[in-house]
């Protein structure tokens, strides 16, 4: 059942299958008892008519649907009967008879007005049968687009939930492993405070959002300097901004988790050679690496750390979709993170 909900393209085979089969009964049974001048050879000639007529419509039908020109879509189905009307009239005349298994009843001869009357219903019929074909796959879409959503609603705020609740371990544990006077608790308890709202925001929400980049970066900025980076026995990574941030969106904590991981697992100590954070605007996408030494010593919570990264994939294939590359990876002594997200 889950196949045939999703209407993989299997499933719409099978089902096609079956109802052009069913289809062809009926109409053989019920046109050998009422005509008795018909056949099953006169069916069966007659139905790849019906077929090219039913896919011609709803493929023009789904196009127009995708890309939104239904203009177009109608003067595609303009030329489609027209060119149709002909194509049937050397069917039904000549073809049809050359094969010995003439459409007409013997011993009649159509008018032309009577041959466009029959021709418009034929179309009319498949036409009918391939919208309303059309219409059932976009129903079964659209339920399928409600059932991965709800599974993404929740796999996003789980996921969002757990990074959320990362990163405030990694803020608290070093806000309460270093002394500070009290005029810098003080101002380090604000910044832990800012950055426990921007964390734990997205849990009074339905679901996780992007955010400007701006803010992002401002909270990025803002962890920075509860760390002391750049400051004697802080940590020593720079970070290159462009000039302008506005028009773009990122998840929440994605360069706050590059970060973080650079801390974890980076040499940060030294002035001369310190880890690297960049963010570059490109022809209207952006990207944001990180280049970092990697320390020889032992990191006791090094889990938590592949941790975050691998969530922060998880959360940018949720929301993103196909619109971002993501790569981290070791080379030689030195860790790579690199985001590239399309305009």
């Not at 219409?135 to 079964?140: F, G, P, T």
Request: proline share 5%; hydrophobic share 45%; glycine share 6%.
């Amino acid at each position: 059942m889950d196949a045939i909900f999703l209407f993989s393209k299997t499933a719409r085979f099978i089902a096609h299958s079956v109802a052009w089969v069913g289809y062809t009964a009926l109409m053989i049974a019920h046109n050998t008892a009422k005509y008795p001048s018909s056949s099953a050879a006169k069916i069966l000639l007659i139905m790849p008519l019906c077929m090219a007529i039913f896919y011609a419509v709803w493929f023009i039908v789904r196009r127009a649907d995708r890309s939104r020109r239904w203009l177009g879509g109608l003067v595609r189905l303009a030329l489609f009967y027209i060119a149709g009307t002909a194509i049937g009239y050397g069917y039904v005349y000549g073809i049809a008879p050359a094969l010995g298994v003439p459409i007409q009843v013997p011993g009649t001869t159509y008018t032309h007005s009577a041959f466009l009357q029959n021709v418009f219903l034929f179309y009319a019929r498949f036409s009918f049968f391939a919208l309303a074909a059309f219409l059932v796959e976009k129903c079964l879409t659209y339920l399928r687009e409600i059932k991965w959503d709800r599974a993404r609603i929740a796999e996003l705020k789980a996921s969002s939930g757990l990074l959320g609740a990362h990163f405030l371990g990694n803020v608290l544990q070093r806000y309460y492993s270093r002394p500070d006077d009290q005029h810098r608790q003080a101002e380090a308890a604000r910044q832990v405070d800012d950055l426990i709202q921007y964390a734990m925001d997205v849990q009074d929400k339905d679901t996780d959002t992007l955010i400007p980049l701006r803010r992002e970066i401002e909270h990025l900025q803002t962890l920075m300097a509860l760390h002391r980076v750049g400051e004697p026995g802080g940590p020593q990574v720079t970070l290159e901004l462009p000039d302008r941030l506005v028009g773009y969106k990122v998840p929440r904590l994605t360069f706050i988790s590059a970060y973080e991981n650079i801390l974890k697992y980076g040499v940060t100590d030294e002035p001369a050679n310190p880890a690297r954070m960049q963010l570059k605007i490109v022809g209207g996408a952006y990207q944001f690496r990180t280049y970092n030494r990697i320390s020889t010593e032992p990191l006791p919570d090094r889990r938590r750390a592949s941790l975050g990264l691998g969530l922060v994939r998880s959360r940018l294939e949720l929301m993103l979709k196909d619109k971002f590359t993501l790569e981290y990876r070791r080379q030689g002594e030195r860790f790579f993170f690199h985001l590239y997200v399309k305009p």
